[in-house]
């Protein structure tokens, strides 16, 4: 079965650096945009507080990654996968300052893909 969300190696190490930092209490949260961007942020658990409408994707490297439902209707056909790339990032992610920032890229699920999810 295929990952909704799935890391680079670059973004791995980066979450394990950020691990190593702050702990193992962490999660990712995809940003929608405005003031934070459309970045996924990374927050010490109790940073941010999820809600009802928030979904959970999937763990990348041990870490649960959720998505707001407005957000997933417009992304449910893609895979996110988060990488981490030279550079400050313009979020309240935990990486800031780091010289390194996670971005999100995507691709659209193939025919077979989106036949798993849906079976799954």
């Known amino acids: 079965m295929v990952?909704?969300?799935m890391a680079t190696p670059a973004a791995l190490a980066l979450i394990d650096s950020l691990r190593a930092e702050h702990g193992p209490a962490l999660f990712f949260y995809q940003s929608g945009g405005c003031c934070d961007n459309s970045s996924p942020n990374c927050y010490l658990d109790g940073e941010l507080t999820l809600g009802a409408q928030d979904i959970r994707l999937g763990e990348i490297g041990g870490v649960p990654f959720y998505i707001s439902a407005?957000?997933?209707e417009y992304w449910q056909h893609t895979q996110l996968i988060i990488d981490a790339v030279p550079g400050q990032g313009g979020t309240f992610s935990?990486?800031?300052g780091s010289g390194q920032c996670?971005?999100?890229r995507s691709r659209l699920f193939t025919d077979e893909?989106?036949?798993d999810l849906r079976s799954g």
Do not use: K, M, P, S
């Open 102 to 104: 996670f971005i999100t």
């Open 70 to 72: 407005a957000q997933y």
């Open 113 to 115: 893909e989106t036949a």
């Open 94 to 96: 935990l990486e800031c």
């Open 3 to 5: 990952d909704r969300v």
